[in-house]
């Protein structure tokens, strides 16, 4: 039997021996055609959301929606979903949830600056063949996120119930893990840790259920180092 006792890289297509469930061995985000094409979306968001802005000022406008001089500034939001990250033989299905809080940038602005801190995790089994012999794999991940986040409320001084939203985040996020690998009386160990970057678009809508309290749906879509990641999530939003 042979067990590392120590986290290690090791020198497999991914993170985890076998590659079982996250490909950490791709070129760095901003070299690889996803990372690419996510930075392209991202700047033409980041270039149409004024010109959004602007058209719903016009709106507001001409229709005299007055500023409730008593509007929150400030958002806590809090809640979880499932985490599905894209793995060298597929997708994996995890769970996660996060905290976090955000300011309106002036008064009266639909604009929020704020941050975000979450944890995913992952735990996959898979059992195959090789040559008559049967290999049962198991694998885990930990992923702690510390995300910068900006979001655009769209209706946000209007007497809507509904206020669809977008948003970016952006950030560091600590992942650990370990692998383990049986095959017939033999088994070996790995694992490791590692800080990796971490993207989300954040589309969603919020529904006021009070003055001070709300629920949102949001369909976090991005990469977590060049790995495709889906993480839907409900949240309860408390505004002050």
């Known amino acids: 039997m042979v067990r590392v006792l ?8 991914g993170f985890l021996t076998s590659g079982t469930l ?3 061995g791709e070129p760095m985000l901003l070299s690889s055609v996803r990372g690419i094409s996510a930075l392209f979306v991202l700047f033409s968001v980041l270039i149409l959301l004024p010109r959004i802005a602007s058209a719903e ?3 507001r406008s001409r229709t005299q929606v007055l ?7 400030s958002r806590f939001t809090v809640g979880g979903g499932v985490a599905v990250l894209e793995g060298v033989d597929g997708a994996n299905m995890g769970v996660g949830g996060s905290v976090g809080f955000a300011f309106r940038v002036s008064p009266g602005s639909p604009v929020f600056l704020g941050m975000d801190v979450g944890y995913n995790y992952w ?5 195959e063949q090789q040559n008559g012999t049967e290999i049962t794999r198991t694998a885990s991940l930990n992923s702690l996120q510390m995300l910068a986040s900006i979001y655009y409320r769209f209706l946000d001084n209007q007497d809507a119930k509904a206020h669809p ?5 952006l950030g ?3 992942m650990s893990g370990d ?8 088994s070996v160990t790995a694992g490791g840790s590692q800080v990796a970057l971490q993207m989300y678009f954040r589309p969603g809508v919020e529904f006021d259920l009070s003055r001070s309290i709300g629920l949102n749906f949001e369909s976090r879509i991005g990469l977590l180092e060049g790995n495709l990641m889906f993480a839907p999530q409900l949240n309860a939003v408390f505004s002050f």
């Open 6 to 13: 120590h986290f290690v890289r090791t020198e497999s297509r």
């Open 22 to 24: 996250v490909n950490m």
């Open 57 to 59: 000022e016009r709106v």
């Open 67 to 73: 500023v409730d001089a008593a509007e929150s500034s």
């Open 123 to 127: 735990d996959v089994r898979v059992k």
């Open 165 to 169: 939203y977008i948003g970016f985040s």
């Open 172 to 174: 560091p996020n600590l």
């Open 179 to 186: 692998e383990k690998i049986k095959m017939g009386g033999s």
